[in-house]
């Protein structure tokens, strides 16, 4: 009897599934007699899905080079399924020159000219993607029979969890259903709605968090005035549609002042359809800059202080941890072990003594602590060489100053950041971005293990994924580089840090206020929300959650906890919802009941509208990813759970 897997998304993360699944299925006694139906369903082509899709502008990249890019297990990976290696996207663009199969138009001439340092278009993306999805359809084994359905989960028939329904009206039977849709899309907050509201009724122009290349920005005018709340990646985003996207273009000025890249600097050349900039955040500053380069000495041996031997000892502490007292002094030792360890081996001439003696010593102390301080200073003699976590996290803490002079040190720092990142000078910088990949591995070990306090995950959580985001997940360098160049030129102007924008009904605009700067409040008629949704089950536009939701087989997950203030006058509990579903670690069935430690009989889910936060779902090839062990973990519990009957 034959049995049926419906994968809701057909993005990376739903394709990496499927290939567990299509890896996994011989050794579960599927085969031509007990064949299994696996329906990926998906609104967008699969193996791309939404964020991946070629239908973009070809202006928007990646933030990884095409070497450091793959959707394949290696030896590196250790997981019960089958080792399936296949092509990184630089390895199928060499593949696809020597078979002289590019794509046609610009996509194919991309492929000609990519190098492994390349930071590829989304659209090239799309294409390796795309073959990626291909090669697991022919890699499917007898009994195996993959169905793509492009089009929307409408929810479940009748309520029936064994009946999911299209919204053709089609409707599929499922032994298990998998919810691999990635970032979905969320109804605004209620301040984000009063936003909304009060904006239409005064004729200004809010675009609430959102994909940025799913918002209608050709509906700002040139010349506009625009507020934008948000320095990430939805940011570098906003900042290439509305000047190279209306036909701006940036020019070498190989004799102007370097800009940190060691390239000169570049200069932008109007379109006369721009607008005019100003943008802030909480931090203040854009993500730092993406490395370049490759370590000059050996891997540092890794994990050091935060592996599983602490994350065992801090997930059994009674009442458990928190993760920004016990955990994050572990993992800033542990993320300065990879930078000490590439500025000894691969830059000895910029320390003082032999690294067994640093290393040995280092070991023994606190990362917050005068011993371990004194230690760096006597064998880091240049302060510039020294890792400082709290100036990285925080760089305008303590700075309220005029326009000009935030323009001016922001332009610094952002030069300096280039700089760092670019130059094989300054590859200790990859080995703490080395340490903080496993780090974030081990934090989400802790977290998904109950390992923290509900008050630690409601409020450390998302400030370790900000900074580790900030940290590792930033733009090419050349994006940098263009956001300079607006700066120079008048187009984008910084805000600072601690920003805050309200609508003025006296004035019918946006003001923004920002704790950087001693100055008058920046007047918009337009304000962009430049980060994506915040996630939350409740507020899902997603018509199969919201179907689940009604048949009470999921929920957002809600925290609480006991306070206290004023002493012992005043005790209750806070609630607080992460907008999360929740999931086992172990095999990624979504979790129920009153403590969510009811795991369903049939239901899954994976990705970042999860409580596993998960790193992307594609990765650097050899690295033992955490997101191909969960693809595996969850395919393994699927197979089990169908052939089971």
């Known amino acids: 009897m034959g049995r049926s897997v419906v994968i809701v998304g057909g993005g990376p993360r739903g394709t990496g599934v499927l290939e567990r699944i299509v890896a996994g299925a011989p050794g579960h006694g599927i085969d031509a007699e007990h064949p299994l139906d696996v329906h990926v369903v998906d609104p967008y082509p699969a193996g791309a899905g939404r964020i991946w899709r070629s239908k973009q502008s070809e202006l928007l990249w990646m933030n990884s080079m095409a070497a450091d890019v793959t959707m394949w297990t290696d030896d590196s990976v250790v997981c019960t399924g089958p080792i399936v290696p296949g092509p990184s996207l630089y390895e199928w663009a060499e593949l696809t020159r020597d078979a002289r199969a590019e794509p046609d138009g610009r996509v194919g001439e991309e492929v000609r000219a990519l190098r492994p340092d390349t930071f590829p278009t989304r659209q090239l993306q799309s294409h390796y993607l795309a073959d990626t999805l291909q090669r697991v359809l022919d890699a499917a084994p007898p009994g195996v029979r993959i169905h793509l359905h492009e089009q929307r989960a409408a929810g479940l028939d009748d309520g029936d969890a064994r009946r999911v329904r299209l919204e053709d009206g089609e409707v599929l039977d499922a032994d298990a259903v998998i919810l691999a849709s990635g970032h979905l899309d969320a109804a605004p907050t209620d301040d984000e709605a009063a936003l909304v509201r009060c904006s239409q009724r005064l004729g200004l122009r809010y675009f609430p968090p959102e994909q940025t290349t799913d918002s209608d920005l050709d509906a700002i005018p040139p010349g506009e005035t625009v507020v934008a709340r948000g320095m990430g990646l939805a940011f570098i985003d906003l900042m290439v549609l509305l000047y190279e996207g209306r036909g701006g273009r940036f020019e070498e000025d190989p004799d102007g002042p370097d800009d940190g890249s060691g390239r000169g600097r570049l200069r932008y050349v109007p379109s006369g359809r721009e607008v005019f900039l100003h943008v802030g955040s909480g931090r203040g500053v854009p993500y730092h800059a993406k490395t370049e380069y490759g370590l000059i000495g050996p891997r540092p041996p890794l994990p050091r202080f935060f592996g599983p031997e602490q994350v065992d000892e801090l997930a059994s502490r009674q009442g458990g941890a928190s993760l920004r007292d016990d955990a994050w002094p572990l993992i800033a030792k542990e993320a300065g072990w990879g930078w000490y360890h590439e500025l000894f081996h691969g830059h000895p001439d910029r320390v003082a003594g032999d690294w067994d003696t640093f290393a040995a010593a280092y070991a023994g ?27 990285l996290d925080r760089p305008l803490d303590g700075i309220r100053t005029d326009s000009e002079t935030l323009q001016k040190f922001l332009r610094g720092y952002i030069s300096d950041d280039l700089a760092r990142h670019v130059d094989p ?25 109950g390992g923290l306090t509900a008050k630690s995950r409601a409020r450390d959580l998302n400030w370790w994924q900000n900074l580790f985001s900030s940290m590792a997940s930033g733009p090419p360098g050349p994006r940098l580089r263009q956001l300079l160049a607006l700066n120079r030129d008048g187009f984008v102007t910084f805000l600072g840090a601690g920003v805050s924008v309200e609508i003025d009904e006296s004035r019918e605009a946006f003001v923004a206020i920002s704790a950087a700067l001693d100055a008058p409040p920046t007047v918009a008629t337009t304000f962009v929300d430049a980060r994506l949704a915040s996630p939350s089950v409740r507020r899902s536009s997603d018509p199969m959650l919201r179907s689940l939701m009604r048949a009470g087989l999921l929920d957002e997950e809600t925290l609480s ?85």
């Open 365 to 391: 102390l606190d990362w917050y602590s005068a011993e371990r301080e004194r230690l760096v200073e006597r064998h880091v003699p240049d302060e510039a060489d020294r890792l400082d976590f709290e100036q």
């Open 425 to 449: 000078a300054h590859t200790e910088e990859l080995g703490a971005f080395t340490a903080l990949l496993t780090a974030f591995m081990m934090s989400v070990e802790l977290a998904s293990r």
């Open 561 to 645: 906890w006991n306070a206290c203030t004023r002493g012992d006058d005043y005790s209750g509990v806070v609630e607080h919802s992460t907008g999360l579903i929740p999931v086992s670690a172990a095999d990624y069935r979504v979790l129920t009941g009153p403590g969510y430690d009811e795991p369903a009989d049939r239901l899954f889910a994976i990705g970042p509208h999860t409580t596993v936060r998960l790193p992307g779902a594609f990765t650097r090839p050899n690295t033992n990813n955490l997101s191909f062990r969960a693809n595996d973990a969850l395919a393994q519990a699927v197979l089990a759970t169908v052939a089971g009957g």
